[in-house]
């Protein structure tokens, strides 16, 4: 028997991504008969295989998430640039998203739900007609209802990827109004996403205080005071509550 805290069978297995070094799994026997065996080290040797393969795939997953979100966004990118309005719109619709989702105590993983359709929100619109898009006056029926299909050719861009589902689902109901006169599907209050209720009220909010083909901006009070009143129609009252909120504190401001 061995001195107390000596070690009397010891097994050592390298952890292995791409034939590079990336840690040691150690195990060792201090008191007692037992002893490891070749049948044991090879169980543990079996074991940190598995496990650097797992640790390589997440990598690579994380990886691919990235590659495919920059790609996503590259294309917002380029949307953006086809008109004034909607440069760095996403940008401030996903921040403005993020802090009344905060201060309405979303998790973090719906906050970083929120991150990824909040800048995909509009993704959709690089399927429609630049003379649409850009139209300086009214759209004519038929216009408005290309225009009303952003949200299911967003959703639908995304879900190729079969990997944001919920995101997926934020961007397409971003333009259902808390009365069920929405669009695209026409849900209602507690059938449209909590995070797609928050998007809307941020989304809504910059559009109205941005220059737009068809209109100058408005003030940052008369555009709170068109949100307050909307609340329980168009907007989720609680959503616009929080929203009010934020605003007299003096944490939403200007772009």
Request: charged fraction near 25%; hydrophobic fraction near 40%; include cysteine.
């Amino acid at each position: 028997r061995g001195m107390p805290g000596s070690i009397l069978s010891l097994m050592l297995a390298p952890l292995k991504i791409r034939d590079k070094l990336f840690g040691v799994l150690v195990a060792a026997i201090r008191e007692g008969s037992a002893r490891f065996s070749d049948k044991d080290l090879f169980y543990m040797s079996f074991m940190t295989q598995q496990a650097a393969h797992a640790i390589e795939n997440l990598a690579l997953y994380e990886n691919i998430y990235q590659n495919l979100f920059a790609t996503l966004y590259g294309f917002v990118r380029a949307l953006e640039f086809r008109d004034a309005y909607t440069q760095q719109h996403s940008i401030r619709v996903t921040d403005l998203s993020i802090t009344i989702a905060r201060e309405m105590g979303c998790t973090h993983e719906e906050l970083d739900i929120l991150n990824v359709a909040g800048r995909l929100h509009d993704i959709g619109k690089i399927g429609i007609r630049d003379d649409i898009l850009l139209k300086p006056g009214k759209l004519n029926d038929a216009e408005f209802q290309k225009i009303r299909e952003h949200p299911n050719i967003g959703a639908d861009i995304v879900g190729k990827l079969g990997m944001w589902g919920r995101e997926q689902q934020i961007i397409r109901c971003h333009h259902e109004r808390y009365d069920g006169r929405g669009y695209p599907q026409g849900l209602r209050q507690d059938q449209i996403p909590q995070l797609a209720r928050i998007l809307f009220v941020a989304d809504a909010f910059d559009a109205m205080i941005s220059d737009r083909a068809y209109r100058k901006k408005l003030h940052l009070n008369d555009a709170e005071q068109i949100l307050l009143a909307g609340a329980g129609t168009q907007f989720d009252p609680d959503v616009v509550q929080v929203f009010s909120d934020l605003f007299k504190r003096g944490v939403i401001s200007a772009h």
